[in-house]
């Protein structure tokens, strides 16, 4: 029973926060109108970005021949991925 608890309490949400992209999306761009899914594109550019930023690092630490996942590695996978992202 006790294990079953515990994996209810693990379950990721499923929702994008919608509203509160929205807010600040509005609060920092007032003169912009939003489409009515940017928020969810927004969310999904940040997502593929964690998930880039994830890989990069974890190939970062291989090439130094490292178990672990330290601050340099991040810092290094992302100057490539922003430097890859600008075109």
Do not use: Y
């Not at 109108?33 to 593929?48: A, E, F, M, P, Y």
């Not at 672990?68 to 600008?86: E, F, N, P, Y």
């Amino acid at each position: 029973m006790a294990a079953a608890v515990v994996a209810a309490a693990r379950v990721l949400k499923r929702k994008a926060p919608r509203g509160f992209l929205r807010n600040l999306i509005k609060r920092r761009k007032p003169q912009l109108h939003l489409k009515s899914g940017i928020d969810l594109w927004v969310h999904l550019n940040c997502l593929l970005f964690l998930h880039r930023l994830a890989e990069e690092t974890r190939m970062q630490a291989f090439q130094n021949k490292s178990r672990i996942i330290k601050d340099k590695h991040i810092i290094a996978a992302a100057k490539v991925i922003l430097k890859k992202s600008r075109g």
